[in-house]
């Protein structure tokens, strides 16, 4: 009895750390997720990021919120990308394979891993987060340089 109160509480507490910060939709088809940005990045002139992962990746959530947190990252986010959350179920999920093959096979990398794609739906680059971090999370100086290194008018040498 013992033991089933300890994991219920271990379950309540998981939920709790990541039930709240869910950022993959889990119900969305990623294809059609993909194309959307596509779509309305070619329309805004930015680049697309696509953040594949999962909900079931603490690193994952781990970057969303802290890119969504730092001003300066934000604004440079905001300003050049549509950035998209897409789900990777698991390595013998069907559909996760086709959407990691869709993005030039970064489901590689492991997760998160970060996909650029410019205003044709083309892959430009896949950013391993690993090397993003520093100690148990981000730097700030590395992510903010990736991403003013992709941007639209970086890329085009502007």
């Keep these: 009895m013992k033991r089933h109160v300890v994991m219920l509480f271990m379950t309540m507490a998981f939920i709790s750390a990541f ?22 990045a070619k329309e805004a002139d930015k680049f697309v990021v696509c953040q594949l992962g ?29 950035y998209i959350h897409v789900n990777f179920k698991s390595r013998k999920d069907e559909l996760s394979q086709k959407v990691s093959r869709r993005l030039a096979g970064a489901g590689r990398f492991g997760f998160p891993v970060l996909v650029i794609l410019n ?23 590395k992510v ?11 890329v085009r040498g502007e």
């Design 19 to 40: 039930g709240q910060d869910r950022v993959y939709d889990e119900t969305i088809n990623p294809f059609t997720q993909i194309d959307q940005a596509v779509k309305q």
């Design 54 to 82: 999962g909900n079931w990746c603490r690193w994952c959530i781990m970057f969303a919120k802290f890119i969504r947190e730092d001003a300066d990252i934000d604004k440079v986010v905001n300003e050049n990308f549509v």
């Design 119 to 141: 205003t044709d739906g083309s892959v430009l680059h896949i950013q391993n987060s690993s090397y993003l971090e520093e100690g148990e999370g981000y730097s700030k100086e």
């Design 144 to 154: 903010l340089e990736f991403f003013q290194q992709w941007t639209p008018a970086a």
